[in-house]
Structures are given as structure tokens and as C-alpha cells.
């Protein structure tokens, strides 16, 4: 099975700053989601990265996927207080979309 | 076009006791998978119904059984109930296509059930 680490644990900041996330595994992703979860819902989807060195654009968020598929990060520009949520990174292996899910980074942002 | 739905919201039981949970899937989608998030964790795959059968399970143990109806809603049953078995549940559903190999679909989650086992 493989593991995610993502770090860091919790981030508090305010608003308007920038902040970047990460996820981490010692093996290949063969693709990799990033999902946020709000308190009270079931994680939302908010990207794909299939392709190492990709770099995918979400208004103010930045994903993007190592050279190697063993990393990835999330950026986000001028955050919001709508951003506070849990960031999960999650992947799959071989042929099947089983995902496996870091513990998450905890986001808070303050007005 | 109806989201994943999940009952009840909340739920309190008492160790060794045994609880069903429901998920109705998303228009259109025919997998379900379901989940267990502990407080503070990522959410760990318990098992995935793909036509109305088993496929695929994570690490979890035969007191987690599952059902999928022909409209493709989906069942968890959990018995003698734990301490630890207090999670928010998830269920997910996706729009697979392929009768062999698991494809790539986005998967569509519920609210979840909060169940909290004292």
C-alpha cells in the first residue's frame, strides 16, 4: 500500500498571504488527486495530475506533479477565508482507482 | 442532477451493537465505494460494489459487510461495534464504464455519517 505524507499538519494564516502544501510518497504515483474537505462534507475534487512536471491551474490555486510522480504541491495566491478546509492528497496504483489519502493539511485563514 | 446522499446525518450507538448506514449514488453512477475518516486522519477505503457485487476491499475487518440495490444505492452494515469504529463514514460514487479493470473515474462524495460508538 502506499503512503502519503503530507505536510504540513495544520496552517493557520491570514488573509492574503500565500501559502504551498505537500504531499510526498517514497513510490510512483500513477496519478494523483488533490481534494478539500469542508467541515461537515465529503471531500470535493479539485484536480487531477497525471503527467510528471505537469502544473495545473485552478484560479488561485497552483497544482503541480514532481518530474519524478513522487511529489506534489498545492499553492495558493491571496488566500481567502472560503479556502479553510482540510486539503487531501490521494493516489492509485496499477489499474485500479482504489485511492489511497494523506492525512491531510488542515487550513485555516483568517479575515 | 442528484448528488451522493448519505443517512442518517448523525448517529450514537453503544459498543457491541450493530448499525446500517445508507448511501444513495449520484444519477448515473453504478460504483459506490465507501470510506471511514477518523478524526484528524484521511479517509481509509473499506470497500468499493460495482454491479451489485464486492469489488475491492481495503483493511478492514468481516464485521464491515456491505450491499449495492439494483438502483445502485449501497448499504453498510457494521456489528459488534467498537470504540474505534467512531468515524465520519463516506460513500462515494463514480460513473465506471469498464466491466474489467477499474478506470479512472471521479468519484463523487456524500456528507457522510457521523457515528459515534460509546
Request: charged content about 15%; aromatic content about 10%; hydrophobic content about 30%.
Amino acid at each position: 500500500t502506499q503512503l502519503l505524507e503530507q505536510s504540513p499538519q495544520f496552517l493557520s494564516i491570514q488573509e492574503g498571504e500565500n501559502l504551498t502544501v505537500y504531499c510526498n510518497s517514497s513510490s510512483v504515483f500513477s496519478s494523483l488527486q488533490w481534494y478539500r474537505q469542508e467541515p461537515g462534507e465529503g471531500p470535493v475534487l479539485l484536480v487531477t495530475v497525471v503527467t510528471g512536471g505537469e502544473v495545473k491551474k485552478l484560479k488561485r490555486l497552483t497544482f503541480q506533479f514532481g518530474d519524478a510522480r513522487k511529489d506534489s504541491s498545492l499553492h495558493i495566491t491571496a488566500a481567502q477565508t472560503g479556502d479553510t478546509g482540510l486539503y487531501l492528497c490521494a493516489s492509485s496504483s496499477g489499474g485500479s482507482y482504489i485511492p489511497t489519502f494523506g492525512r491531510g493539511t488542515s487550513l485555516i485563514v483568517h479575515p | 442532477e442528484t448528488g451522493v446522499t448519505q443517512s442518517p446525518t448523525h448517529l450514537i450507538k453503544t459498543r457491541g451493537q450493530q448499525v446500517t448506514l445508507r448511501c444513495s449514488s449520484q444519477s448515473g453512477h453504478n460504483t459506490v465505494s465507501w470510506y471511514q475518516q477518523a478524526l484528524g486522519q484521511g479517509p481509509q477505503f473499506i470497500f468499493q460494489y460495482y454491479r451489485e457485487e464486492e469489488n475491492g476491499r481495503g483493511n478492514f475487518p468481516p464485521r464491515f459487510s456491505g450491499l449495492q440495490f439494483p438502483n445502485y444505492s449501497s448499504e453498510l452494515n457494521v456489528n459488534a461495534l467498537e470504540l474505534d469504529d467512531s468515524a465520519l463514514y463516506l460513500c462515494a460514487s463514480s460513473p465506471r464504464t469498464s466491466g474489467g479493470a477499474a478506470r479512472r473515474e471521479t468519484q463523487y462524495f456524500g456528507p457522510g455519517t457521523r457515528l459515534l460508538v460509546l
